[in-house]
């Protein structure tokens, strides 16, 4: 089963947690605190590697995340920071956030990486808390907790030159005999499953990369047969080869329908330069229906039109030498995500992180927000001081005010991200 649109997991790691500690030697009775800070959590990154050409190692393992910062140590000793995950996917990888469907990047060139999950900062120690009126501070911080997404990979092959038709018009014998590619042939239609990629070398100075996108079928447009699976393939190819088949009744029915199917689907589509094949001239009813053909291609204005038989490899390098040539002359395509003028904006609300809502519920109270979840989670509940700590950032965000407002009283339960706590005036 081919793989070109999945969705994964991704978490960065952990910052590590800061350190309550003080500086205890032998002559130094009041060494003061030397609590060392958390290492920080490690990042998620997806990288190009070309070598690569689909998702299906992703079938497997769908969750990943990042390894965690290590705690702080004694004597201002910062713990070690995690290693950075790096997950690699294939050239024409593109990124969506799966929260609100929004595209995150575009995945292009070899080597290319981009950050999806940050890791958690390390925690302060409690040599950070020190102070003129403080100078033995029972206060530090838990690691931070990291980024947590849940994104979807979407693959569009890069290739310079499309070969598209009916099932069974003979695209992967084609793809076979011009290239080091061995898709799967068989005399039925949609032998082919996934797109394949070959590389052409016509002579030294000229390389294409051909890809050969399964069978096209009336209402591919609207995901029918293989349509929206592989349609999104031909989007980023600059050059397309129409292969029609020469046992088809009506090859230029063939012809109209996958144009009118690639129109509905992109309509930029139907500017691409097209090279319009018959194939399987070996045979002889076929070679008697090609000046009928190649007469109504030409009064419908395509004056690229060839006739060649790919089993036989009859008729193939002049077709493949107006390819390279309609390239050089195509525009080059632009892996940027642009709003166009045309549409209306989309304006999407960003949230703040200082933002909360409080909510009453059979257990008690349940405040929920992203800063203060993240408090809660950095906080040492075992210390008075940390507690302490908590208890100001809750003044500092309104949090308090907000609450007695809301009618909370003494004894109530607090639910905070995991933390189940008492309220105390």
């Given at each position: ?113 981009f950050l999806v999950c940050k890791g958690g900062r390390g925690g302060r120690g409690n040599a950070r808390f ?296």
């Amino acid at each position: 089963m081919y793989f070109d649109e999945i969705e994964i997991e991704v978490m960065g790691g952990k910052g590590g947690d800061g350190v309550i500690q003080f500086r205890r030697e032998k002559y130094v009775p009041r060494g003061g605190p030397d609590g060392g800070d958390g290492g920080h959590g490690g990042s998620i990154l997806l990288e190009v590697d070309q070598h690569k050409n689909t998702l299906s190692e992703f079938r497997n393992k769908k969750q990943f995340q990042a390894q965690n910062g290590a705690r702080g140590k004694g004597k201002n000793q910062t713990g070690a920071s995690g290693d950075d995950l790096v997950i690699k996917v294939p050239p024409g990888t593109l990124v969506f956030d799966e929260s609100d469907g929004s595209l995150m990047g575009d995945l292009v060139d070899q080597g290319q990486q981009f950050l999806v999950c940050k890791g958690g900062r390390g925690g302060r120690g409690n040599a950070r808390f020190k102070t003129s009126k403080n100078k033995a501070p029972r206060i530090a911080e838990k690691g931070e907790p990291p980024e947590e997404k849940k994104i979807r990979l979407e693959l569009k092959l890069i290739a310079d030159i499309g070969i598209i038709g009916v099932p069974n018009a003979g695209k992967s014998t084609m793809l076979s005999v011009v290239s080091n590619a061995k898709p799967k042939i068989a005399p039925y239609p949609f032998t082919t499953l996934q797109p394949n990629l070959g590389v052409v070398e016509l002579d030294n100075d000229v390389q294409l990369i051909l890809a050969d996108i399964p069978g096209l079928i009336e209402g591919a447009h609207r995901g029918e047969g293989l349509g929206h699976d592989f349609l999104r393939h031909i989007q980023r190819t600059r050059v397309l080869i129409h292969l029609l088949d020469g046992l088809s009744e009506e090859p230029i029915i063939d012809f109209a329908q996958i144009n009118s199917e690639l129109a509905l689907f992109d309509p930029a589509l139907g500017d691409k330069p097209q090279i319009v094949v018959l194939n399987k001239m070996d045979l002889p009813d076929v070679e008697k229906k090609w000046p009928q053909v190649k007469s109504q291609l030409l009064e419908k204005g395509y004056q690229d039109v060839f006739s060649i038989s790919a089993i036989a490899q009859q008729g193939i390098k002049p077709v493949l030498y107006r390819a390279a040539q309609l390239l050089e002359e195509a525009p080059v395509y632009e892996y940027k995500t642009e709003v166009d003028e045309n549409e209306l904006p989309v304006y999407r609300f960003e949230k703040d992180p200082q933002n909360y809502v409080i909510l009453k519920t059979d257990r008690g109270w349940r405040i929920s927000g992203e800063a203060i979840e993240r408090a809660a989670a950095m906080t040492y509940w075992e210390h008075f001081q940390s507690i302490r700590r908590f208890h100001r950032i809750l003044e500092a965000m309104g949090v308090d005010e907000a609450m007695k407002e809301a009618g909370v009283v003494k004894g109530d339960i607090v639910l905070i991200g995991d933390h189940e706590l008492m309220w105390e005036e």
